[in-house]
């Protein structure tokens, strides 16, 4: 089993920045890759970013690639995904999730363990 929490959720200005953590304990393994989704009120959950287990390759969604970094810490066990110059689009709840591989996708059905969320807010 994996643990994941969810930290650094919350409220913050349009144009403003946030960095989001996701730290693993459990039977953690650093070639898992690790996703962010996130999930609006009454939308589905969608992807946002990906790393993986290694952190050289990283994938995004359209609507925050150039505003969103993610990175990793394995000695940490934690994801970071950075958001900058946000809009109140990106509110919503934030979920981190882990594969038992090292590959990243975006398909929210390929990940097998989450975290319990972070709320990040976007005022105009």
């Known amino acids: 089993q994996v643990q994941l929490v969810e930290s650094g959720g919350g409220l913050v200005q349009a144009g403003g920045s946030l960095r989001l953590s996701c730290t693993a304990s459990?039977?953690?393994?650093?070639?898992?890759?690790i996703g962010w989704f996130r999930q609006a009120p009454g939308k589905e959950r969608e992807f946002a970013a990906g790393?993986?287990?290694?952190?050289?390759?990283?994938l995004y969604a359209d609507s925050v690639k150039g505003r969103f970094t993610i990175s990793r810490d394995n000695a940490k066990n934690t994801v970071y995904l950075q958001m900058n110059s946000v809009k109140p689009e990106d509110t919503a709840v934030y979920y981190c999730?882990?594969?038992?591989?090292?590959?990243?996708?975006?398909?929210?059905?390929?990940?097998?363990?989450w975290g319990q969320g972070t709320q990040v807010t976007v005022s105009s």
């Open positions: 459990g039977r953690t393994s650093s070639s898992s890759a």
């Open positions: 790393i993986t287990g290694t952190g050289r390759s990283t």
């Open positions: 999730a882990a594969r038992g591989i090292a590959a990243v996708v975006a398909a929210r059905d390929r990940y097998d363990y």
